[in-house]
């Protein structure tokens, strides 16, 4: 005799627009990060010595790294965020 199986179906509604916009604010830091970067390597393809652009790519640089930091730790703690609203709840199932 077949076993009869049961659906529950649960629908998570999550407001993420803020999470949303704070990423697309630190994409867009990033995209003007890469585009400073390209620039000074054009400097410094003319110019390999020039020590003020040399300090310019540092900061650019230590910039992108600022921001993908920034990205990474909105993102955790939007997933512990999650992961506490979900509270017990299976995750096998």
């Given at each position: 005799m077949p076993a009869a199986y049961?659906?529950?179906y649960v629908t998570f509604e999550a407001n993420t627009q803020k999470?949303?916009?704070a990423l697309k604010n630190i994409d867009s830091e990033a995209t003007s990060v890469s585009q400073n970067l390209k620039e000074v390597n054009k400097g410094l393809k003319l110019d390999?010595?020039?020590t003020e652009l040399l300090a310019k790519k540092f900061a650019t640089l230590s910039?992108?790294?600022y921001n993908?930091?920034?990205r990474l730790k909105m993102l955790r703690k939007a997933r512990s965020q999650a992961e506490a609203q979900l509270g017990g709840l299976d995750k096998t199932s």
């Open positions: 049961r659906s529950i999470l949303g916009t390999p010595q020039n910039d992108g790294i993908a930091e920034k």
